[in-house]
């Protein structure tokens, strides 16, 4: 199993868009209830590149497997040195350390572009995002109740950050 963690192209958006599209039809870690098209997709591509923001794969033997990537968490001046990230792979490799590679490379990332802190915004039912996570040192800083809407129920967000040295 050879996994290069590499910068996203064009080429990649498709896959990219079809791991989007897995998660808002099947999971709770993306609160979106309408999947993508590939126009969107492109236009958030261009949108991360024009602003200096990271997006990365995972490739496995030449098929893209995961994705990274981080974003303003809020828009306001004073949070210029903070991010969001989002860790998306596909449910075959989930537990070969795909998302570790991803999330390592994320934070190098965040560290080199001088931000300081570094937030996860995890649905509170996914222990194993919870789990994952605190092995990379973020710590859970509060929960929102209620505060999303998806599958017929009410959901938790759990907010977690890393403060990046």
């Not at 791991?19 to 590939?38: C, G, K, M, R």
């Not at 990230?85 to 490379?105: A, F, M, Q, R």
């Not at 994320?106 to 995890?122: D, F, P, S, T, W």
């Not at 996570?133 to 890393?162: A, C, S």
Request: avoid cysteine; hydrophobic fraction near 40%; charge should be negative.
């Amino acid at each position: 199993m050879n996994v290069v963690i590499r910068d996203a192209t064009l080429e990649d958006l498709e896959k990219i868009l079809e791991i989007v599209n897995h998660s808002i039809l099947h999971t709770t870690a993306n609160y979106n209830y309408e999947t993508q098209n590939l126009e969107v997709q492109t236009k958030w591509f261009e949108d991360k590149k024009a602003k200096n923001l990271p997006i990365i794969v995972a490739d496995l033997d030449g098929d893209v497997v995961g994705f990274g990537s981080y974003g303003p968490f809020r828009e306001k001046i004073g949070y210029q040195y903070t991010v969001e990230h989002s860790v998306y792979v596909i449910n075959n490799v989930i537990g070969k350390s795909i998302g570790s590679k991803l999330l390592t490379e994320l934070i190098r990332l965040a560290k080199e572009q001088n931000y300081h802190v570094m937030i996860g915004a995890i649905d509170a039912d996914n222990a194993g995002s919870i789990a994952f996570h605190e092995k990379f040192g973020f710590v859970v800083t509060g929960t929102i109740r209620e505060v999303g809407y998806k599958f017929d129920h009410w959901l938790d967000l759990v907010l977690m950050q890393l403060i990046l040295e």
